[in-house]
């Protein structure tokens, strides 16, 4: 419909925007936000929806399904003057809403008085509708398959008021008829599904009689005659229901469940359900059963089923026998296909079973063809919304699940999504984020890791070897050689050329390790499998292994609310540019630059050609995905808009700020404090009565605990009591019911106070110092570096985003999007943060958004106390599952003996 017009508007876009294979939509219709899924009816809220089409400024959305999906509205809404509803490419989107970019509020409902009613009329109306599944219109006419009544309804001009009535109407005689004729005729129709108008024709797809109709002219009188039948020998003949005998029929020249036909003027276009295909006619039919010209989604016009991948897609590998595999599905094979539309030069098929579209650039004129793009799937062999799929990923920002139809305005793809109540509107835009291209600004990559420590003496030609997934590394011992030597040429071994396929090895010579980091960043790399041997038998060289395959290996594209984020990707910016020091709100506009999260512009704290920081806002914390992209004003004048990406969001997901370099980076870590500090820590329970005693250098400091008390009251009352204390100030935790002590002469001279802890047999207070003294004296706010490293015991900080929000209801409020903490000092994220130093517990003191700064949190960590000498110690912190990249930092312990 209107193919003319589509290509002048496709051909004003410019030739390097385009669909992408992963995008995610700019903006739907139909929904509060892209995963909100809310049920009802309204003119801005859709339920189950089917069928689309575009035609003049128009877009005309079915509201009903044949798949469960829920609610069947029983309804055609009209969105007039769409332009006006959906903002550009290249529009700066208004802001004052929580999704600038769901848009789209429809002017007129058929088959219902109002807006908010879904009931139909039985026997049917003029103006009711029941399930209507497909939708058309040329700009003048509008036309609707209303399925369950059996007939298509026409209006010979576009509507302008709710449940106006329709001027004709086709596979009935009259309104009020809905009767099935078998064997069928020529003005007969069995549950239609598909419609279209072009060039003065009307299409139907019969859906029930698998058979698709053609008007040569559209019908101006009730019950009208077809002119031509396809799929079927006559307009009497019966196709056959039983299942086996109509997979016997496949041909060019039969149908098995038609449910779509479309034209692009030239063409002809059939969605052959039941066979699993598209066909492709090259010119529009003129005889009955005219057969098709070329098929998508099979090899040949004789073969049919879902996902032919054997016939279809690359071998993907060999199973035990040396048979060849073949992948569940590639970009040639179709499952249930719900739709195919050309706009005279692409081809795009709705894969309902795949939950996805296929964009082939050029319209094939082969059988079994291969698509260019895929859109609500990351890769043409994936399905993330399939059913042993994650739920969440089902109504991702760049997610399907059993798209029904498409309609195209020429840089807009409108495609119908009924499980997620919704219509995803993709558009083309040039590529320049890729997939993962949000990621949490301090982790960007949370790379998995191992090790092997080599140990035990050195024996000429003894052999050491590392195995590396199927690759074995084998270094031979020589005479006077050490095993830092031993380390450092297994290390060279690994590396050398091009290096292991899977893994970066790194040398920590004081450990005599050798650290393997993942290449693959993500989850992925956890499956890495390693393993280390050592020959002859009597070898006097060996290596321990920190585990049989890698871990830590985590996904910093996955957001908080509040995160400070990094966008990767080219051409993001003109110039390089940072967010004045001294602002107490971040721009929204920085070097022409702007960013959305759902249609609201993001903070930023710096842009340049390849690489954005800027803050995810605090109020997308009702989704679970947002759709994503940045916008650029040029200093001439043009705009360049991004591909969308969608940006999954969870609850808290940290990284640990760290220096450039090779990960896993040097921490950005500072020695806490310029006086020696001890911690003490209050569990168990309160019982009025119970005397626990906390002892300085002797001075005992005993509490009677009294009815009502907590263990945080305790804690606090033994704060209050240690004051008094000549050598020590007493103060609490942020987290948890800890004390904290701390020297009050500073340097050297504050370490090595005795502290301890005791407790009446059976008492149900615990108290546990985590030091025997307080240690560690260093320069407040100084660097950890290896020449002034930290010591066990130690309290150092880390900073870190993404841990979400914070509490307590005070501190929350004070939480502003793009701007500087105000709120209280003593905050704390509202899901519990722990930590791990090589391998051990490092106590987190406190916790909190620091206040002054732009969603940063302070975390202070006590080191554990046995903790052994290692420059490149492993640190993370963690929160529910969700990891930190793996950082270092450099640990001196003076005792030799400490492992």
């Known amino acids: ?173 009259d309104f009020t008829s809905v009767k099935v004729i078998s064997p069928p005729t020529a003005s007969s129709l069995r549950g239609p599904q598909g419609v279209w ?187 993330v919304s399939g059913s042993s799929g994650d739920p969440l990923a089902q109504s991702r920002a760049d997610s399907l699940r059993t798209p029904l139809a498409l309609a195209f305005d020429g840089e807009n793809l409108f495609v119908t999504d009924p499980f997620n109540r919704r219509v995803m509107v993709f558009t083309m835009a040039e590529y320049s984020i890729p997939f993962t291209g949000v990621r949490n600004l301090a982790s960007r990559s949370v790379f998995a890791i191992g090790s092997v420590v080599i140990d035990g003496g050195i024996q000429k030609n003894d052999k050491i070897t590392i195995k590396i997934q199927e690759t074995e590394y084998t270094y031979t011992v020589a005479e006077n050689d050490t095993l830092e030597n031993v380390v450092v040429q297994l290390v060279n071994l690994i590396n050398a050329g091009q290096g292991d396929p899977n893994v970066l090895a790194l040398p920590n010579l004081p450990r005599r390790m050798v650290l ?92 340049s050609p390849e690489q954005i920081n800027a803050q995810v806002p605090f109020e997308i914390a009702d989704s679970h995905s947002l759709s994503a992209y940045v916008r650029v004003q040029r200093s001439d004048g043009t705009v360049k808009v991004t591909n969308a990406i969608a940006v999954p969001i969870i609850d808290q997901n940290p990284g640990i700020f760290a220096f450039e370099g090779v990960e896993p980076r040097r921490a950005i870590a500072m020695h806490y404090s310029s006086h020696g500090t001890a911690t003490i820590s209050i569990d168990g329970s309160a019982v009025a009565g119970e005397k626990p005693v906390i002892s300085i250098e002797g001075r005992k400091y005993p509490y009677t605990v009294q009815e009502g008390d907590t263990l945080v009251s305790i804690r606090d009352a033994m704060v209050e009591l240690i004051k008094q204390d000549p050598r020590v100030d007493a103060f609490p935790s942020g987290i948890w019911s800890r004390l904290r002590l701390r020297a009050r002469v500073p340097g050297p001279e504050g370490n090595g106070i005795r502290i301890a802890a005791e407790v009446t047999d059976g008492s149900s207070v615990i108290l546990t110092p985590f030091n025997e003294a307080t240690c560690c004296a260093n320069v407040a706010g100084s660097l950890v570096t290896e020449e002034n490293p930290a010591l066990p015991g130690e309290t150092i900080v880390v900073y870190a985003t993404g841990l979400g929000f914070i509490k307590p209801d005070l501190a929350r409020e004070a939480l502003v999007t793009g701007g500087r903490y105000q709120g209280p000092e003593l905050n704390e994220p509202v899901t519990f943060v722990s930590s791990l130093a090589g391998g051990k517990t490092a106590n987190v003191l406190y916790t909190g958004m620091k206040p002054g700064t732009f969603s940063l949190y302070e975390v202070h960590l006590e080191l554990n106390s046995g903790q052994p000498s290692n420059p490149l110690t492993p640190l993370t912190i963690a929160q529910d599952v969700y990891i930190s990249n793996i950082v270092t930092i450099p640990v001196f312990n003076p005792n030799p003996d400490a492992q």
């Open 1 to 173: 419909m209107r193919f003319i017009a589509l290509i002048f508007m496709a051909a004003s876009v410019g030739l390097a925007a385009d669909f992408s294979t992963g995008q995610a939509a700019r903006l739907v219709i139909g929904q509060t936000t892209f995963t909100s899924q809310e049920s009802g009816t309204s003119d801005t809220l859709l339920g189950g929806v089917g069928g689309i089409a575009y035609a003049n400024d128009m877009l005309f959305v079915t509201d009903a399904n044949r798949l469960g999906a829920e609610p069947i509205a029983h309804r055609v809404l009209i969105y007039k003057n769409l332009s006006q509803q959906l903002p550009k490419p290249t529009d700066e989107l208004p802001q004052g809403t929580r999704c600038p970019a769901c848009v789209g509020q429809a002017t007129v409902v058929l088959g219902q008085q109002d807006f908010t009613s879904k009931d139909y009329a039985f026997p049917p109306t003029a103006q009711s509708l029941r399930t209507p599944l497909g939708v058309a219109s040329d700009g003048v006419r509008l036309a609707v398959a209303d399925t369950d009544n059996n007939r298509v309804l026409i209006w010979n001009r576009i509507p302008d008021v709710n449940g106006a009535p329709p001027d004709v109407v086709v596979g009935q005689p």
């Open 197 to 383: 108008l072009q060039d003065g024709k009307l299409f139907v797809a019969d859906t029930g009689n698998d058979r698709v109709l053609i008007w040569n002219q559209v019908p101006t009188s009730n019950g009208a005659p077809a002119d031509i039948v396809l799929g079927q020998p006559s307009f009497s003949s019966i196709p056959p229901r039983d299942l086996n005998v109509a997979f016997q029929n496949v041909k060019a020249t039969s149908m098995y469940v038609p449910v779509a036909v479309t034209s692009d003027g030239r063409r002809l276009f059939v969605t052959d359900l039941g066979y699993d295909r598209v066909l492709i006619w090259n010119s529009i039919p003129t005889t009955n059963q005219q057969p098709a010209d070329v098929v998508v989604g099979q090899p040949d016009m004789t073969t049919a089923g879902p996902n032919n991948s054997a016939k279809l897609c690359p071998s993907n590998g060999t199973d035990e026998k040396g048979e060849p595999t073949y992948p569940v599905r590639c970009g040639a094979t179709l499952d249930t296909p719900r739709f195919a539309l050309s706009d005279g030069r692409r081809l795009f098929i709705a894969d309902g079973g795949n939950d996805r579209v296929l964009l082939f650039q050029q319209i094939p004129t082969s059988n079994g063809a291969t698509a260019d793009v895929v859109l609500g799937q990351q890769n043409m062999e994936l399905n």
């Open 516 to 607: 393997l980091v993942a290449k693959m960043e993500g989850v992925a790399g956890n499956e890495i499998e390693y393993s280390v041997k050592s020959s002859p038998q009597e070898a006097r060289i060996f290596g321990t292994t920190g585990g049989a395959k890698l871990s830590g290996g985590g996904d910093a594209a996955k957001i908080a609310p509040g995160t400070q984020v990094q966008i990767v990707g080219e051409g993001l910016a003109e110039v390089t540019a940072s967010a004045p020091p001294d602002v107490d709100q971040l721009p929204t506009t920085l070097g022409g630059v702007q960013v959305y999260f759902d249609g609201i512009r993001a903070p930023l704290l710096m842009v």
